[in-house]
């Protein structure tokens, strides 16, 4: 599917029909070579150290991106490594993800404790770790990532304990937050105002890319055009191997093809819930929870966008959209689920193995 939408961007722009398609292949391949010791050999301990380290590699890499990120699309959102792009926001997704299942499984009877404890170690000490990353996606006017952290943050701290007078008062902040941001940022204003008026803005304009990815959907009907049979890939929908992928799969497999997408996405996404609900420890159960709500929030939100039920805001459908690193990551996160699942399940046949002797 990804070849099939970025083969003619890729002929225009690169002469090459499978650019996208051999750098999709390489970073994949790449991320599961190096994800696979991890999945065999990684334990419960190791996760909860990688938890300190990588979230604050991630706050580095942000302020770093403020200083000496490349600019796209209007925004200052990555950071260029040699021959690799980063955006440093993906990371801090998975940083977050982390280091509140550390935080709250190591203050588990704290979180859940009544009075003024709960409070402290309930919000404010998780809502700093979310807010420190949070902040620093906000300089960046990146409204979308702000919009995920948020509610990744949100769920795991409802799953790891935080009481509910609490997380409604959260999201509150998260939502208002958000609106500061649109009220300070042009480019974010431009964004809503496209999505609230599309029948009134210039349809060459700032409504193009919404307008031809409704298009793209309503043209594959029930069956679609068949794979590689898209028109509106010829420079219609603009860098439709991107977050606009949805639309030239809804075009060429048509609405089954869509439902077949939604339906492996939800299989997956169950399959994680259930490996969170099983595991043996609430570290394990709350970074598993909070990865595959990560793939959830991701699909809804994409999906949301081309259909034009919310604005365009750049992000992207798991695994299928292009972006190297960050299918790169999504592969090692699934890794990090894999892992845990396959260390509980050994804790578990130990545990029947004792018993019998």
């Not at 990555?78 to 977050?96: D, M």
């Not at 997380?167 to 902040?173: E, H, T, Y």
């Not at 599309?198 to 068949?226: H, M, N, R």
């Amino acid at each position: 599917m990804n070849y099939s939408a970025s083969s003619v961007y890729a002929e225009q722009m690169y002469g090459d029909k499978t650019y996208f398609l051999v750098r999709y292949i390489f970073f994949a391949l790449m991320s599961m070579a190096a994800t696979a010791p991890f999945v065999l050999l990684g334990t419960k301990e190791f996760w909860w150290r990688f938890a300190r380290g990588v979230y604050f590699v991630a706050i580095g890499m942000l302020l770093l991106v403020l200083v000496i990120g490349t600019v796209g699309g209007g925004a200052q959102r990555w950071l260029k490594l040699g021959p690799i792009t980063v955006q440093p926001s993906e990371v801090a997704k998975l940083a977050v993800v982390m280091m509140l299942a550390r935080f709250l499984a190591e203050n588990e009877k704290k979180v859940t404790a009544k009075g003024k404890g709960s409070f402290v170690y309930g919000v404010l000490m998780p809502g700093g770790i979310v807010g420190a990353i949070g902040l620093l996606v906000a300089l960046e006017k990146h409204i979308s990532g702000l919009m995920i952290l948020g509610m990744i943050g949100v769920a795991v701290m409802l799953l790891g304990g935080t009481r509910m007078k609490w997380i409604l008062l959260i999201a509150g902040v998260v939502v208002l937050a958000g609106s500061g941001l649109i009220l300070v940022s042009e480019y974010a204003q431009t964004r809503v105002n496209t999505w609230l008026h599309i029948d009134t803005v210039d349809p060459l304009g700032e409504a193009w890319q919404t307008l031809q990815g409704l298009y793209a959907i309503g043209s594959g009907g029930i069956f679609g055009l068949g794979l590689f049979g898209s028109r509106q890939k010829f420079g219609y929908v603009s860098q439709p191997q991107n977050d606009f992928v949805f639309t030239i799969l809804c075009e060429e497999l048509g609405l089954l093809g869509a439902v077949g997408m939604i339906l492996l996405f939800s299989l997956l996404i169950l399959r994680g819930f259930r490996i969170a609900a099983n595991a043996t420890d609430r570290f394990s159960s709350l970074v598993v929870f909070g990865l595959i709500f990560k793939v959830a929030i991701q699909t809804v939100l994409n999906i949301a966008v081309v259909t034009n039920s919310m604005p365009n805001t750049g992000i992207s459908l798991p695994f299928f959209s292009s972006g190297g690193t960050s299918l790169a990551l999504q592969i090692f996160e699934m890794g990090i689920i894999l892992n845990l699942s396959r260390y509980s399940r050994m804790i578990d046949k130990n545990k029947r193995e004792r018993k019998k002797k």
